[in-house]
């Protein structure tokens, strides 16, 4: 299994409809992606306008070619870019251990 975690800025004022439109996008777009297995998302409390993006992928692949390359990931991206201060810093990980 793959994590995503995506580091998302956001224009001040915005968080409670960017809130939502992610709900809506992970509901709506990415739970119909290949290989998604589940997300986590968070705000931060120091900067409540930054947000952890957690995605669990089957591969790094179902991320980075088959949603990023087709129409899923140009639904997602109308749902909630307007709201991107900046473009979000995205890495990926592999599980080592799990307790």
Do not use: C
């Amino acid at each position: 299994m793959i994590l995503e975690i995506a580091d998302i800025r956001i224009h001040p004022g915005q968080n409670a409809a960017f809130e939502e439109a992610i709900q809506r996008g992970l509901s709506a777009v990415i739970g119909r992606a290949q290989g998604f297995k589940g997300a986590k998302f968070n705000r931060g409390i120091e900067s409540p306008e930054r947000y952890i993006l957690q995605v669990f992928w089957d591969t790094l692949e179902d991320h980075t070619v088959a949603f990023r390359s087709g129409p899923l990931f140009t639904e997602w991206r109308a749902i909630v870019g307007p709201f991107f201060a900046a473009p979000p810093v995205v890495e990926h990980f592999d599980l080592v251990t799990k307790s």
